[in-house]
C-alpha cells in the first residue's frame, strides 16, 4: 500500500503571497491531520478533516485554512504568508481518526 | 494544558542500549507513540502501547509505561548508527482528538 504522500515537497513564497498544499491519504483512510513544524515551537497541530468536514481545529488564525475532498485528498491554505509561516507542513492519515497516524514526508515552505 | 516533555540529547556508542524517557501530563492519554524522524524527512512510526499496559516489545524496541507517574520511555537494543535520528514522543487525546507531541530526543550513535 502506498504511504502518505504530500506536494510540493518544497516552496518557496514571498511576504504576502498565499500558498496551497496538497496531501493525499493511504488507501482506506477517511481521517487527515495536519501538523506545523518548526525549530521553535515544534510539533503542533493545525487541523483534522474527515468525511469532508473539519472535525478538530488547533489554536491557529483564520490564515490557516483546509478542506478535504470526496476521494479523502485534503488540501490547507495558507493566506497573506508571514515570515513566520516558514515551516516543515506535515500531513496524517489513519482510517477514522482515532487511530494510528501515518504521516507523509511533509512539504518545506520557506517564506522570504 | 497537555504537556509533553523529553530530553534534548542522547549520545551512546554502537551495539549499546539505548533509552529515551518522555513525561506527559494529561491523564485521558489512551494511545502513547514513539516516532523517528530523520533529516528532511517526515515522521516514521516505530512503535505505540495503549494506555492500560505497561509494556510492549517489537524486536529491537521495548516501551515501558508508568501510568501512575506518567513516564514513558523508548528502549533501542544493539542501537546502530542507522538508528541516529530525532525521536518523538506523543500522546493521543481523545478530547482534543489530536497527537502532542514531545520537542524530540536527538539520538547519537557513535561508531
Known amino acids: 500500500k502506498a504511504g502518505v504522500t504530500q506536494t510540493p515537497r518544497y516552496l518557496i513564497k514571498t511576504r504576502g503571497q498565499q500558498v496551497t498544499l496538497s496531501c493525499s491519504p493511504i488507501?482506506?483512510?477517511?481521517?487527515v491531520s495536519w501538523y506545523q513544524q518548526t525549530p521553535g515551537q515544534g510539533l503542533q497541530f493545525l487541523f483534522e478533516?474527515?468525511?469532508?468536514?473539519?472535525?478538530n481545529k488547533g489554536n491557529f488564525p483564520g490564515r490557516f485554512s483546509g478542506r478535504q475532498f470526496s476521494n479523502s485528498r485534503s488540501e490547507m491554505n495558507v493566506s497573506t504568508l508571514e515570515l513566520g509561516d516558514s515551516a516543515l507542513y506535515l500531513c496524517?492519515?489513519?482510517?477514522?481518526?482515532?487511530?494510528?497516524?501515518?504521516f507523509g514526508p511533509g512539504t518545506r515552505l520557506l517564506v522570504l | 494544558g497537555e504537556d509533553v516533555e523529553q530530553s534534548l540529547f542522547l549520545s551512546v556508542r554502537e551495539g549499546d542500549s539505548s533509552v529515551i524517557n518522555c513525561t506527559y501530563t494529561?491523564?485521558?492519554?489512551?494511545?502513547l507513540y514513539w516516532y523517528k524522524q530523520e533529516p528532511g524527512a517526515g515522521l516514521q512510526l516505530l512503535t505505540y502501547?495503549?494506555?492500560?499496559?505497561d509494556m510492549k516489545q517489537d524486536q529491537r524496541l521495548t516501551v515501558l509505561l508508568n501510568k501512575k507517574d506518567k513516564h514513558l520511555s523508548l528502549r533501542i537494543a544493539d542501537t546502530q548508527t542507522g538508528d541516529s535520528a530525532i525521536y518523538f514522543c506523543?500522546?493521543?487525546?481523545?478530547?482534543?482528538?489530536?497527537?502532542?507531541f514531545g520537542s524530540g530526543t536527538r539520538l547519537q550513535v557513535q561508531p
Open positions: 496524517a492519515s489513519s482510517l477514522m481518526g482515532e487511530e494510528t497516524q501515518y
Open positions: 488507501s482506506g483512510h477517511r481521517s
Open positions: 478533516y474527515f468525511s469532508e468536514t473539519q472535525r
Open positions: 494529561d491523564s485521558s492519554s489512551t494511545y
Open positions: 502501547i495503549f494506555s492500560n499496559m
Open positions: 506523543a500522546e493521543w487525546g481523545p478530547g482534543r482528538r489530536a497527537l502532542t
